[in-house]
Antibody, heavy 116, light 114 residues
Framework: EVQLVESGGGLVQPGGSLRLSCAAS????????MSWVRQAPGKGLEWVAN????????YYMDSVKGRFTISRDNAKNSLYLQMNSLRAEDTALYYC?????????WGQGTLVTVSS | DIVMTQSPDSLAVSVGERATINCKSS????????????LAWYQHKPGQPPKLLIS???TRESGVPDRFSGSGSGTEFTLTISSLQAEDVAVYYC??????????FGQGTRVEIK
């Protein structure tokens, strides 16, 4: 059974940093593009970033470029999202998802709140 | 960026009746390499992560009831629930995978029981 378990969310002040992690199991992580998708409170779904199977290619939405870094450790079956210079508008539930084109498997999400 | 626009924003349908959700993209999603439209549909219920229903505009995922169907090509797409059930109450999203970045979603359509 495919499982994706996110962690690392929490309350952070504007300008602060957080590192989200996603522990994957039940499938071979190295065979899949992986992505982060977020949902702000009361809003719709928003793709954040994705990374190729071997980590060689990475793409980001414009508003997080230069602030967020997606990475992966296939040996540890893990996906990461380093978030720096956080803004109030980054407040959202962050989902770890399989796929780079469409998103078949989703974790339950980890909540990031950026507030003073 | 490709902009995805869904209509309506919400709809209320009686149990057993048809529900139709439209999705328009600002440019064609038809891939010349495989002649398929790179568009997916998701169902999102409160307290749960979204669920992938359909990929390639019309290919239903394994385990998805056949009352859900996707159609369309180019820039106009439709998700149809042929006979709405109570458990289908959710927000539905379309998402384009033709270009990256970014992978863009529609704003969502809320489906309720009349």
């Amino acid at each position: 059974e495919v499982q994706l378990v996110e962690s690392g969310g929490g309350l952070v002040q504007p300008g602060g940093s957080l590192r989200l992690s996603c522990a994957a199991s039940g499938f071979t992580l190295s065979s899949y593009w992986m992505s982060w998708v977020r949902q702000a409170p009361g809003k719709g779904l928003e793709w954040v970033a994705n990374v190729k199977e071997d980590g060689s290619d990475k793409y980001y939405m414009d508003s997080v470029k230069g602030r967020f870094t997606i990475s992966r450790d296939n040996a540890k079956n893990s996906l990461y999202l380093q978030m720096n210079s956080l803004r109030a508008e980054d407040t959202a539930l962050y989902y770890c998802v399989t796929g780079g084109s469409w998103f078949k498997y989703w974790g339950q999400g980890t909540l990031v709140t950026v507030s003073s | 960026d490709i902009v995805m626009t869904q209509s309506p924003d919400s709809l209320a349908v009686s149990v057993g009746e048809r529900a139709t959700i439209n999705c328009k993209s600002s440019q064609s999603l038809l891939s010349s390499s495989n002649n398929k439209n790179c568009l997916a549909w998701y169902q999102h219920k409160p307290g749960q992560p979204p669920k992938l229903l359909i990929s390639w505009a019309s290919t239903r995922e394994s385990g998805v009831p056949d009352r859900f169907s996707g159609s369309g090509s180019g820039t106009e797409f439709t998700l149809t629930i042929s006979s709405l059930q109570a458990e289908d109450v959710a927000v539905y999203y379309c998402q384009q995978c033709y270009s990256t970045p970014p992978r863009t979603f529609g704003q969502g359509t809320r489906v309720e029981i009349k």
